[in-house]
């Protein structure tokens, strides 16, 4: 199985700023996107970002776009979310998934089930 390790969460005011991190023990597939999805207390989680490694084409939530910017690094198998201006309502627990790339549209790499694999989250608590 392939082991995500999320990294980065914690507290910061509105408008600050966050990077989390999302290390994979080691390639999930040979073709494959890597996501970021969070959840808010009594919330279904929700797709904030995500991110096709071969191509590095980037798929965002209207919730979080021009605000959030996911990236990777090939090499660590690694992918990044950079969250600025940060309000309240982005308050959830950040999960990092993997999962092949059967296709690179928004409505596919959107969709919870799509991912095999989930790290086990981290906390990113925004406050006014």
């Known amino acids: 199985q392939v082991q995500l390790v999320e990294s980065g969460g914690g507290l910061v005011q509105a408008g600050g700023s966050l990077r989390l991190s999302c290390a994979a023990s080691?390639?999930?597939?040979?073709?494959?996107?890597m996501a970021w999805f969070r959840q808010a207390p009594g919330k279904e989680r929700e797709f904030a970002a995500a991110i096709t490694w071969s191509g590095g084409m980037t798929y965002y939530a209207d919730a979080v776009k021009g605000r959030f910017t996911i990236s990777r690094d090939n090499a660590e198998n690694t992918v990044y979310l950079q969250m600025t201006s940060l309000k309240p309502e982005d308050t959830a627990v950040y999960y990092c998934a993997a999962a092949r790339t059967g296709s690179r549209s928004y409505d596919y790499l959107s969709r919870r089930g799509v991912y095999a694999y989930w790290g086990q989250g981290t906390q990113v608590t925004v406050s006014s």
């Open positions: 080691r390639r999930p597939y040979s073709d494959y996107a």
